[in-house]
């Protein structure tokens, strides 16, 4: 049975989550939000038997995004996600540089933007596709169902949910992206946020304070 292997990869002084997950059978890899410090990243890969296949992006804050573009071009991989609706964010990278103080970010855009209910595919690993606005407009997420494992992104923390005071965040939008999108996916499911330790759906369900 081919499974999917993640490791994370703990990225700039926002300590960003960058996911790089492999699909046991074929060595075939992806990045999930490489958010910075490609340098760092690089030396990683060069440290596995892995072919990197893609980037995968989960929204477009520079602090999950900022090495994306020098790793797809080192690599020569395409960028797929996220959804269209966070085109602006894009637009504004060398803006979001500027206040997060990052080193300067070049407008860049996805090679594939990605909807609802598409699948990625690494080797023999699917991975879902849910749109999950909240805390950016074009949110998504990648869930694997064999394995229960989920890739959350900026949307669910362990504790806490993402911030929804950025350019067109929505509170009440983030709220339902969760109770109607991720729940339902079932209390074992682990969680991999962009930021921060993993947890289940389960525990989150019935400890976090903003799901009450």
Known sequence: MSTLTYQLIPVTAFSQNCSLVVCTKTAKAALIDPGGEADKIIALLRQHPIKLEKILLTHGHLDHVGAAKVLAQAFQVPLIGPHRDDHFLFESLPQQSAMFGFPHCPVFYPDQWLNEGECVELGAVKLSVLHCPGHTPGHIVFYQAEQRLLFSG???????????????????????????????LGDDVTFIPGHGPGSTLGHERLTNPFLR
């Open 154 to 184: 900026d949307v669910l923390f362990k504790g806490g949910v993402g911030r929804s005071d950025f350019p067109r965040g929505n509170a009440q939008q983030l709220i339902a992206s969760i109770e109607k999108k991720l729940l339902p």
